[in-house]
């Protein structure tokens, strides 16, 4: 009777919840007659690098150690570890604690692969990278949000704008129109394209 070992993280960039992860994960073990000896999640919701404490995923490594398992169940690549060394060094310990792997959304089982080709590896490493980044990114999103931080340019100053409107309707040329209210030229084009928006719909 295989022991499997579940492990569940949720992050912004990970549709599929923690507990979803884990409820998914234990009917797989369950359909594949694996008994399911201990369940790990992790649901980080700080921001900085050093705040994300995964101590599931700890918890995880030491059941590996022990030798209390002899497969990890996880719903995909990108939910190991913060870094590709991260990743690497936890397959590298499951490699020598002869525990098996088996990641959910790839498809993969390291149990029943006859090896890993170097373009199966470059794949696996490029989709983690890719989502770690982006986890990076969403939760960077979430801080600035919390903040009321605005995204994108700064608004133009309403008295620019009005000066510049002022001058557009004078006729002037929009880099002349930039030139003398502080803008720049595709602020001023902008500015022009309302104005001429706002006269038609009148």
Known sequence: MKRVAIYARSSPDCPVSADEQVENLTTVAIERGWTVAHVFADRPTAVKKDQDRRSGELSLIEAIR???????????????????????????????????????????????????????????????????????????????????????????????VEKAKQFLALGKGVRQVAKMAGISPASASRIKTSMTSEATRV
């Not at 990641?103 to 692969?113: I, N, P, Q, V, W």
């Not at 373009?119 to 960077?140: E, K, P």
């Open 66 to 160: 022990s030798g209390a398992i002899d497969r990890v169940l996880v719903w995909s690549i990108d939910r190991i570890g913060k870094s590709l060394a991260d990743l690497v060094t936890f397959m590298e310990t499951c490699r020598s604690a002869c525990v098996a792997v088996n990641l959910y959304d790839e498809g993969f089982d390291s149990e029943t692969s006859n090896g890993l080709s170097l373009f199966d590896v470059s794949a696996l490493l490029a989709h983690h990278l890719r989502q770690s980044r982006r986890d990076r990114i969403l939760r960077g999103q979430a801080a600035a949000r919390a903040l009321s931080i605005r995204f994108g340019r700064p608004p133009i100053a309403k008295p620019k």
